[in-house]
């Protein structure tokens, strides 16, 4: 958590820092914000949890599911229809399952750190702004569990690349209030979850790694300034 607060920190202080340049440029300068769900793929990851925690067949991990996203945005103008947006964001899953013969229950959950750089073609418009867009970024991954039987939890984490592509629609509520939403594509290239030890998260020659693909739908606020 540590981690992601000097993140957001140092995204703030640019956004502040690229909002003075371009009021004295005279471009527009946007921040959005928001939260949506992820149609979320983890086959390794699901591989894993019900190898290591052999749930019952109705609490299995499927290799499709849903995930958290939050997200903020700071964004300038660089061309008439181009712009430069510095995205974070931040996926959370979790997962909780009874083991098959009743005798406990184990816990997963895993947060990955978004940071990235976005190229947006914008079209404006009469009361809406759209935007299309692509990016790559970093990805930090931390994965814990606690498995049946156990009063303690186990911590990984792994690190990687991320690619999006998006669409958003902005709709006017105001002169520099606007409506977000969004759909994404993303991709999540990682290792295998590690301890600080390095211990790997695997049971034999399966092995949780971050390698997700995510599809997002996304509701936000944008502001201009």
Known sequence: M??????LFLLLFAALEVQAQSRDSGRIFSLT???GVDAHSAPSVSDYVNLVAQPGREERFDEFSSAMEFFIEPE???LENWSVGLEYSVMIKSHRVSQSAGIGDSEFSYTVQLPAILANYIVPGEGYLLKFGAGIGYAAGDFSQRLFGSAQSSDFQSKGLTAKLEAVGNTRFDE??????????RWIAGGV????SGVEARVGGTKAEMSFFNIGLKFGVMILF
């Open 2 to 7: 540590r981690r992601s607060r000097v993140v």
């Open 76 to 78: 300038i103008q660089i």
């Open 33 to 35: 914000a928001g939260m």
């Open 193 to 196: 979850f590690k301890s600080q």
């Open 176 to 185: 520099n209030f606007y409506g977000s939403i969004g759909a994404d594509l």
